[in-house]
């Protein structure tokens, strides 16, 4: 097992109350499990976003921690949040990574796996 690592799952949904595709708004939600799977208790510092449309328009997002946090999670802790994006398409992939840090001061990446975007509801997860 690695000293130092997060494992990271996504579960998008689509959420049409607050879309208007008439306009070209489509709101995503989105849950995040952080997961420490490493030997050493670390805090998850910043977050890094990609969020490309079907139209090839990406969106970068950084920023400090994840909704209004900055996690400290023991070896085997998890942290679960719900956040959204919004796209100007039914249909979308979001990808990124945490920038983390060991209370070893060892700094490290988590990524998190591209999941699908999709307005139809399917929610596919890869």
Not at 20 to 27: F, K, L, M, R
Not at 44 to 51: G, N, Q
Not at 63 to 74: I, K, T
């Amino acid at each position: 097992m690695p000293k130092h690592q997060f494992t990271c799952d996504a579960v998008p949904q689509y959420v049409p109350q607050q879309s208007d595709p008439e306009v070209g708004q489509y709101v995503f939600a989105y849950t995040i499990t952080v997961r420490n799977t490493g030997e050493v208790a670390a805090q998850l510092v910043s977050r890094h976003w990609e969020i490309e449309d079907a139209q090839g328009q990406t969106q970068v997002v950084d920023g400090l921690g994840v909704v209004g946090q900055q996690p400290l999670l023991q070896p085997g802790e998890a942290f679960r949040y719900t956040s959204s994006a919004a796209l100007r398409t039914p249909m979308g992939i979001m990808s990124g990574h945490y920038f983390c840090v060991g209370v070893d001061g060892v700094r490290f990446e988590a990524p998190v796996p591209p999941f699908v975007l999709r307005a139809d509801g399917a929610g596919l997860v890869h």
